[in-house]
């Protein structure tokens, strides 16, 4: 399971463009990059996942560059509410066998008016 | 997907009882997880619960102080043993997707207060 590490704060404003990367320099070739969201008081969400280039859905875009040593969530105009912790996990596809999903820091995240 | 559903939401306990947390998920999974959230902190697993057997600890964590039950493939229990002050914090259980996707599902959490 490879390590990850990701900035422990940052902060943003409103509308803004966030973008938080993550480096998992050990990364397998079978693991995926999966990011997740946690606002207090609740247990953590997924956001979403990728294996190479970019994946992107209603909430997110993920960007991981060729050598997948890194990858980068992109929030697109953020608002008050994606004030959050979010984490990057990276590890195999299948919940079973050997692979212990294992959550770094995460980076917490704190958008301002 | 998967819904999950844990009791107690909260709790708050004397020192040296026993609580046990439970963990109801909406569909049969393999693999249920248990975390540990103290306060500020990020998550840390407990152990693996699978079906039928024993589960499986993390470093620095024991069945004497944290033991698990996984009667079937819906349902564990966490139990949090001779608690003390260090034990206040947010216990989470999580499952897998059943497709494997790796995405992991998580319950409300259950906040443990210990005096």
């Known amino acids: 399971l490879a390590k990850t590490t990701q900035p422990i704060s940052m902060d943003s404003y409103e509308g803004q463009e966030v973008n938080i990367t993550c480096s998992h320099n050990n990364i397998a070739t079978n693991d995926y990059i999966t990011w997740y969201q946690q606002f207090p008081s609740q247990g953590p969400r997924f956001i979403i996942q990728?294996?190479?280039t970019k994946v992107t859905n209603e909430v997110a875009s993920l960007f991981i560059p060729a050598d997948r040593k890194s990858s980068t969530l992109s929030l697109p105009r953020v608002s008050l509410s994606d004030t959050a912790v979010y984490y990057c996990l990276a590890g195999p596809l299948s919940s079973g066998g050997s692979y212990i999903p294992t959550f770094g820091r995460g980076t917490s995240l704190i958008v301002h008016p | 997907s998967a819904v999950i559903s844990q009791k107690p939401s909260r709790d708050i306990c004397q020192r040296g009882t026993s609580l046990t947390i439970q963990c109801q998920v909406d569909?049969?999974?393999?693999?249920m997880f248990w975390y540990r959230q103290q306060p500020g902190q990020s998550l840390t697993l407990i152990a693996t619960?699978?079906?039928?057997?024993?589960?499986?600890?993390e470093s620095g964590f024991v069945i004497d102080k944290f033991p698990i039950s996984r009667p079937n493939l819906t349902f564990s229990t966490l139990t949090v043993s001779n608690m003390s002050p260090e034990d206040s914090s947010i216990y989470l259980c999580?499952?897998?997707?059943?497709?494997?996707?790796?995405?992991?599902?998580f319950g409300e959490g259950s906040r443990l207060t210990v005096l």
């Open positions: 999580s499952v897998g997707d059943r497709k494997n996707t790796g995405e992991l599902f």
């Open positions: 619960a699978n079906q039928g057997s024993e589960a499986t600890y």
């Open positions: 569909s049969q999974v393999t693999m």
């Open positions: 990728g294996y190479k």
